[in-house]
């Protein structure tokens, strides 16, 4: 199996030839590019796509029109993952079971990210952002993606030291965090509750939000022995009961970093910020 680095090279080969990029992306080029056609279809309420080859050749990607129009781009991309990777679709686990998804699955997921939020278009904007979750809504608005696939490359592709959480039903299902985040070993682990108090539970628990407040970096990160505030800002969608949180500390008030920390160099993060969680856990990442 080709690792993440390896899918998010080949996603970006494939978005270049598909020509110049505008914002948002044109999924339907994508779907061109691998002489692909977008038939929006009625499936099943937890079915995203399937995909088929007709007689003539062309390859009909069938997308669930019930669901919103951001899902449903994120979808096409994952079925253009399928025949640019060459993975055979396995859909038998639906797309929100994060756990017990294939890795090819997750492979075409990650593909997809990429060619939704492509790399040469994201991280500039990633980096002049500001740190809030109206930041990652607004990003969300001009990609036309979801705040999950969104908020998870922003934290992934942030240069601060910073964590995109994403919790249902008051427990956290999986976290992205930045490069940095990962190197200082900051790991929110999967299953926790949302820490008592804290800004995300109290939003779901009804109040209302009123802006990003200090964290306790306790509660939220395990064994983390570092100085410095922690922030937090966070969003409750009440529907799914899905709390969506992000997690950054003030970088000026962080203790002087270690003296093996300043090998650290712009390469090494190029390269390890490819590396990280991107929409769903591939259970090998750990820290
Ligand atoms: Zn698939």
């Known amino acids: 199996m080709i690792d993440e680095l390896g899918i998010a090279i080949k996603a970006r080969e494939f978005i270049k030839r598909c020509g110049p990029l505008a914002l948002p992306v044109s999924v339907d080029a994508y779907a061109s590019q691998i002489g692909g056609e977008v038939i929006k279809e009625t499936l099943e309420e937890n079915e995203d796509a399937w995909s088929f080859r007709d007689k003539g050749g062309k390859y009909r990607i069938c997308v669930n029109c019930a669901h919103n129009a951001r899902r449903q781009r994120f979808s096409v991309c994952h079925e253009v993952a399928h025949v640019a990777l060459e993975i055979a679709s396995d859909h038998s686990t639906p797309s929100w079971s994060y756990s017990r998804r294939p890795p090819g699955e997750i492979a075409c997921d990650v593909f997809a990210a990429e060619l939704l939020l492509p790399y040469q278009l994201f991280k500039p904007r990633v980096n ?16 036309d993606a979801s705040l999950i696939s969104t908020g998870s490359r922003f934290a992934t592709f942030s240069r601060e030291l910073c964590a995109f959480v994403v919790s249902e039903g008051g427990k956290v299902r999986y976290s992205a965090r930045s490069a940095r985040l990962r ?8 299953g926790s509750p949302l820490p008592t108090d804290s800004y995300s539970a109290r939003l779901r628990a009804g109040e209302r939000p009123s802006g990003a407040e200090d964290a306790d970096p306790d509660s939220w990160l395990e064994d983390w022995a570092r100085d410095g505030a922690l922030f937090e800002d966070a969003l409750h969608l009440g529907h799914w009961d899905q709390t969506l949180t992000l997690l950054w500390f003030d970088d000026e008030q962080l203790a002087a970093p270690a003296p093996e920390r300043k090998q650290w160099d712009e390469d090494r993060y190029k390269l390890r910020e490819l590396d990280g969680v991107l929409p769903w856990p591939s259970g090998k990442k750990r820290r």
Request: charged share 20%; no cysteine.
């Open 128 to 143: 002049g952002a500001g740190m809030s979750i109206a930041a990652i809504g607004s990003l969300a608005d001009e990609f």
């Open 183 to 190: 190197e200082a070993k900051g790991w929110i682990r999967p």
